[in-house]
């Protein structure tokens, strides 16, 4: 069973930054394509920022793009997400997950939130 495990998040004014990390285990981890997600209360999952496997490529949802970037240490299982310029409307539960999630739809963490508020 895959176990993925986030971390990182907290209390930030608008305008101030976070990173996230997420470290995952029992798994070759190098060979999937990692995602970020996040849930706001009352909506929907989604998905905000996606990597390859080797690292080498990148997509990001438009309501972050810019001020989001994804990245990766296979070395170490763990797949960060640096926030910058936040706002209010990033404040949600954040998760990892492969990207798409399959069969990894039952080995969701317990997330991280930020909560962006002044």
């Known amino acids: 069973q895959v176990l993925l495990v986030e971390s990182g998040g907290g209390l930030v004014q608008p305008g101030g930054s976070l990173r996230l990390s997420c470290a ?3 798994i070759t981890f190098s060979i999937y394509t990692m995602g970020w997600y996040r849930q706001a209360p009352g909506k ?6 996606i990597i390859t496997g080797p690292g080498d490529s990148t997509m990001y949802a438009d309501s972050v793009k810019g001020r989001f ?12 997400l640096q926030m910058n310029r936040l706002k209010p409307e990033d404040t949600a539960v954040y998760y990892c997950n492969k990207v798409p999630v399959g069969t990894w739809r039952d080995y969701w963490g317990q997330g991280t939130q930020v909560t962006v508020s002044s």
Not at 44 to 49: D, F, G, I, P, S
Not at 69 to 80: E, F, H
């Open 69 to 80: 970037t994804i990245s990766r240490d296979n070395a170490r299982n763990t797949v960060y």
């Open 44 to 49: 929907e999952r989604e998905l905000v920022a």
């Open 24 to 26: 995952a285990s029992r």
